[in-house]
């Protein structure tokens, strides 16, 4: 499956990976080091506790990491803005509410509602993947199906 990342989100995740191993590296090792100094391993928790955030940290680097290596920079994508895609901005028309939206769909990393920005997993962009200003969509969303009638599909202009 696609992974869809902004430059900026890209940066932002190979931060927290930074900041994770630096963590692994120093707080959780102290951490393990000062639980075995406790003595008996087999029934300490203070070591457990220790392995089992270690454990989670690292399979969060992991799954970051995987996420960095397969991601596709949104901003190199080949992007025509007539079509709705990830990378475009819509304006829609809401038939059954009688109100107008706009929404940018980006990746998963981006999405935030309350700024207009979906995901393009979301029910809503999957909905109007492909199609063009002008043409009228009925999309099965969590709340019931809605009809939408595209305004307008433009390209997202990067800083």
Not at 25 to 48: M, Q, T
Not at 79 to 100: F, H, P, R
Not at 120 to 129: E, I, K, T, V, Y
């Amino acid at each position: 499956m696609a992974f869809y990342l902004t430059n900026q989100s890209l940066i932002n995740l190979k931060d927290k990976v930074e900041e994770i191993e630096h963590r692994l590296k120093h707080d959780v090792a102290k951490e393990i080091g000062k639980a075995a100094d406790l003595g008996d391993l087999s029934e300490n928790a203070e070591w457990e506790a220790a392995i089992e955030l270690q454990r989670n940290l690292q399979h969060e680097v992991s799954r970051l990491k995987e996420k960095i290596r397969t991601a596709q920079i949104i901003e190199e994508l080949p992007i025509s803005g007539d079509k709705v895609s990830v990378g475009t901005e819509v304006q829609l028309y809401d038939i059954d509410k009688d109100e107008e939206m706009t929404y940018q769909i980006l990746g998963e990393e981006e999405s935030d509602l309350s700024k207009g920005i979906i995901s393009f997993n979301a029910p809503l962009a999957r909905g109007l993947m492909q199609k063009e200003s002008g043409d009228e969509v009925v999309i099965k969303l969590p709340g019931g199906i809605r009809t939408f009638e595209i305004v307008k599909v433009s390209k997202i202009e990067f800083e």
